[in-house]
């Protein structure tokens, strides 16, 4: 997606200069904690909206309509370091919706079929796409 607007260059610059370690420490300035760096408190969440729930309804505020605008998900994310949080941020988000939830599994072999070079040449799809294959995409 397109950086559109002067907010959006800064926003994405800052994250890249987050990322590449670029941006003072607190600790250099102040003498707190090394890792800790300045937010500018556009970013910040109020202190009432200090939880998960806060920063979904700050993030996504129209998170609860249904689902069928892609833009508004591409335009609307929360970003988190560990697999463990992206689980919670999701699960809270799953709660919170009206609609019926669906699983849907993945597989990891091939239907057989009859026809086909491989049927024809008598070799085995399980040797043509082995279970690691399916498991890297």
């Not at 556009?42 to 249904?66: F, S």
């Not at 994310?77 to 939830?101: F, G």
Request: with cysteine.
């Amino acid at each position: 997606m397109a950086v559109n607007s002067e907010k959006e260059r800064e926003f994405a610059k800052w994250v890249l200069n987050v990322g590449n370690d670029n941006l003072p420490t607190i600790a250099e300035e102040e003498g707190v904690n090394l890792d800790w760096i300045k937010i500018s408190s556009h970013m910040r969440l109020p202190a009432e909206d200090y939880n998960l729930r806060g920063l979904i309804r700050t993030i996504c505020p129209d998170h609860q309509r249904p689902f069928g605008d892609a833009m508004y998900l591409m335009q609307h994310n929360i970003l988190t370091p560990k697999n463990i949080n992206v689980d919670e941020v999701n699960n809270v988000i799953l709660e919170s919706l009206s609609e019926e939830l669906h699983t849907y599994l993945s597989t990891n072999s091939l239907a057989l079929t009859k026809e086909g070079a491989s049927a024809i040449a008598g070799i085995s799809m399980d040797s043509l796409y082995p279970v690691e294959f399916f498991n890297t995409l």
